[in-house]
């Protein structure tokens, strides 16, 4: 199914009806449904991140699954600088930081995972 961007409450996920958004940047948007949720990026957004990270067992075709696969999108493209304040970003960057090397260590390195989870890239 295609899916565009950006989503609109409402509109079609693979979890279901879209309850609510949140703008993560121009290419990015966390979403929430009844029953789950994640991150949706763009297909532009998508073809910036290197190959072995644009689908999971779990995630594809743009969106990344809430419990372990969200942190692929966040830490990739930088989508701690749009929080809306550095205590977020620091916060939601070392969980990011967090969930990758337990459920992605093999791409800890190449999203910059793989240092010390309270430090931050951007800001």
Same mark, same amino acid.
């Given at each position: 199914?295609?899916?565009?961007?950006?989503?609109?409450?409402?509109?079609?996920?693979?979890?279901?009806?879209?309850?609510?958004?949140?703008?993560?940047?121009?290419?990015?948007?966390?979403?929430?449904? /009844?029953?789950?949720?994640?991150? !949706?990026?763009?297909?532009? /957004?998508?073809? !910036?991140?290197?190959?072995?990270?644009? /689908?999971?067992?779990?995630?594809?075709?743009?969106?990344?699954?809430?419990?372990?696969?969200?942190?692929?999108?966040?830490?990739a493209l930088g989508l701690d600088a749009f929080e809306p304040d550095a205590a977020r970003a620091s916060e939601v960057w070392a969980a990011a930081v967090h969930t990758v090397k337990r459920y992605h260590s093999q791409?800890?390195?190449?999203?910059?995972?793989?240092?010390?989870?309270?430090?931050?890239?951007?800001?």
């Open positions: 199914m295609l899916y565009p961007f950006p989503p609109t409450v409402g509109s079609s996920s693979p979890w279901g009806p879209i309850q609510h958004l949140t703008p993560l940047g121009p290419d990015a948007v966390a979403v929430s449904t /009844a029953s789950h949720g994640g991150i !949706r990026i763009s297909l532009t /957004a998508l073809a !910036r991140l290197p190959e072995p990270l644009q /689908a999971t067992a779990y995630s594809g075709a743009g969106w990344f699954e809430e419990d372990c696969d969200w942190a692929i999108p966040y830490l791409h800890a390195a190449l999203l910059g995972a793989d240092g010390d989870p309270k430090g931050r890239p951007h800001g």
